[in-house]
């Protein structure tokens, strides 16, 4: 055996029909997740076999954590997701009812690894845009300290009203 060792693996041939349920808990560094990726990630997969094919829905869960874009605070990313891939022993069987991702069974190696789907389903749950979020005014929710406030403390704003309302308040 040269194969890599599969950390996902997915046996398609000798089951018996119907759904059967599989889960993995996967170590990020395992399947080659970037180190932002600290959290276990958790691998459900339901396995659908018919006669002719085998249908696994993947579904993804784990938290990454990035920098923040503004502030460099730590950002927890909520990765979840899901993916389709339907394996069948004969690719000359008439698909493409729709977009589905269609494998061929390996009769040599009928143990698909999953690893490398799993691996990218999580990298694009995350955006390109990293930060804290918003509050409902459209600031930044940063509890760090941002790059433009620190560029406000050295130059302080100078608004004409501020003079009225002092003098104001020194009428009274
Ligand atoms: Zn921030």
């Not at 691996?119 to 930060?131: K, S």
């Amino acid at each position: 055996m040269t194969s890599k060792q599969k950390h996902i693996p997915v046996r398609l041939a000798g089951l018996s029909d119907g759904v059967d349920e599989l889960r993995f808990d996967v170590a990020p560094a395992d399947i080659e997740l970037p180190a932002e990726f600290a959290q276990t990630v958790d691998v459900r997969i339901e396995v659908d076999k018919t006669h002719h094919q085998v249908a696994v829905h993947v579904f993804v869960s784990t938290t990454a954590q990035y920098p923040c874009d503004r502030c460099l605070e730590a950002v927890d990313i909520a990765v979840d997701t899901d993916l389709r891939i339907v394996f069948v022993h004969d690719n000359s069987a008439e698909g493409g009812e729709d977009d589905r991702d269609i494998r061929l069974i390996n009769p040599n190696d009928p143990v698909a690894d999953l690893a490398e789907d799993v691996r990218e389903a999580a990298l694009l749950c995350i955006p390109m845009r990293r930060v804290c979020g918003e509050n409902e005014h459209g600031e930044p929710r940063c509890s760090g300290i941002l790059p433009d406030d620190r560029n406000a403390d050295t130059q302080p704003k100078e608004d004409p009203r501020w003079d009225t309302l002092k003098s104001l308040n020194l009428d009274q």
